[in-house]
């Protein structure tokens, strides 16, 4: 139910708790910005409202000039039956609607306006949460490829030198708990590469991840596929 409401659609549409597969590598900025114009709800609303303003305008202008009122006029002349065109004009001849027009002029101009902040706006959401995508991702290398066989190996010493009697029992449940909680660790900065994720495709407006099909996931999956990249660069501030 989460899902459905962070998503905006209804939970049975995720009838299951695995996470979304995670692409291996990140989308590129050019990629995301080509994504955010074709595909960003906000955008391709105004793009509507931007249309209809056009249509507006073009009405305006078409009531620049009075509709001219076409009756038949009967005429006799020396005796002879004619018929004749009389033009009569309804509107001020000088009105040329251009209040109607300034005003639809200005409505168009404003949806122009409100379409180029909300491309600026995205741009710069894209490019932020593409940084901090970056960041968690690698925070996630170090903690999950370096960090915790690190924890691992300690633990397995820790049990050795219990067996042969060079440690105790008490140190080996100080590791033991160490492991654990290097494994929520592992855990905590998953679940924020998917965050981070989720921020990116809020900013450009499109869908990054796929949720996997119910029927073909593994049964025995128990945590999330996330790919990592290598840790070179500084991590992100807890």
């Known amino acids: 139910m989460a899902v459905g409401a962070r998503t905006g659609v209804d939970g049975s549409a995720f009838p299951s708790a695995v996470a979304p597969r995670v692409p291996a590598d990140l989308p590129t900025k050019v990629d995301l910005r080509e994504r955010m114009m074709r595909d960003h709800p906000e955008l391709a609303r105004l793009r509507a409202e931007y249309a209809v303003s056009e249509k507006e305008l073009e009405a305006e202008l078409a009531e620049q000039y009075p509709d001219l009122d076409i009756g038949a006029l009967y005429e ?64 996630l290398a170090i903690v999950r490829d370096k960090l915790q066989p690190a924890a691992r190996r300690t633990l397995e010493l820790a049990r050795r ?58 049964e025995n999956q128990s945590e999330p596929e996330i790919q990592s990249e290598p840790a070179n660069q500084p991590e992100e501030q807890n």
């Not at 710069?124 to 940084?131: E, L, N, Q, Y």
């Not at 708990?177 to 905590?188: A, E, I, P, T, Y």
């Open 76 to 139: 006799r002349d020396e005796g002879d039956n004619r018929y004749g065109i009389g033009i009569g004009i309804e509107l001020p001849i000088f009105d040329r609607n251009q209040l109607g027009i300034a005003r639809a002029d200005a409505r168009r101009n404003e949806v122009r306006d409100r379409f180029a902040a909300q491309v600026r706006r995205s741009l710069a959401d894209i490019d932020s949460a593409h940084g901090v995508l970056g960041i968690r991702r690698r925070r």
């Open 161 to 218: 030198a219990l067996e042969v009697g060079s440690a105790d029992g008490l140190r080996l449940l100080t590791v033991i708990q160490n492991n654990r909680l290097m494994r929520v660790r592992v855990l905590r900065n998953e679940q924020q590469v998917l965050d981070a994720w989720s921020t990116l495709e809020l900013a450009c407006g499109s869908p990054l991840l796929v949720f996997p099909d119910p029927q073909s996931e593994p």
